[in-house]
């Protein structure tokens, strides 16, 4: 899931999730339909949890501070400002998912058990799936600027990550206090 859509995440993943638990199951015998509600209400618990944990990484993108690049320094590593944008790109995506990370894989964790137990219980694969996509996966984007990101020198990585830290950010203020906008 890419940083731009988390503004629109809590909702859907919420809906789909209701769903998701009101469409399983239908004339499974007694056991099965304990399994499957238990593992309903366990979605459904991780997917609050997951909502609350999206709100609280973005309350922390508005209220770090914004990390000023030091242009010495960056040209001192031959930083370009295609690998300046590469960098604080993928380190958006990357610091939001690490704060978001624990609750994230624990949704998927009981979405992947659903999936692994979905014939048993009768569930409605389409459901499973359709939450999955948009939990678990990250896009092909989202790889593509990972992938940029490592190609680039480690003395740059190592700065970068020095700079910007691990906590979430807000992109736009980075992009603006450094001057990379284009005008």
Do not use: W
């Amino acid at each position: 899931m890419g940083v731009d859509n988390v503004a629109y995440i809590r909702p859907i993943v919420f809906a789909c999730s209701i769903l998701f638990v009101s469409s399983c199951g239908a004339g499974v015998d007694t056991e099965s339909k304990e399994v499957l509600d238990h593992l309903s209400k366990n979605i459904l618990k991780a997917t609050t949890s997951y909502g609350d944990r999206i709100g609280y990484c973005d309350k922390l993108v508005t209220s770090n501070d914004v990390p000023k690049l030091d242009r010495e320094k960056l040209s001192s590593l031959n930083a370009t400002r295609e690998n300046i944008l590469t960098a604080v790109a993928f380190l958006k995506f990357n610091n939001y998912f690490l704060c978001e990370r624990d609750e994230r894989l624990e949704l998927t964790f009981y979405l992947e058990t659903m999936e692994s137990l979905k014939r048993e219980l009768q569930v409605d694969p389409s459901s499973v799936e359709k939450l999955q996509s948009i939990i678990s996966y990250p896009s092909r984007k989202e790889l593509e600027l990972e992938l940029d990101y490592l190609k680039l020198p480690e003395p740059q990585r190592k700065y970068f990550e020095s700079i910007i830290g691990n906590k979430p950010f807000d992109l736009m203020k980075v992009l603006e206090l450094n001057k990379l906008m284009r005008e």
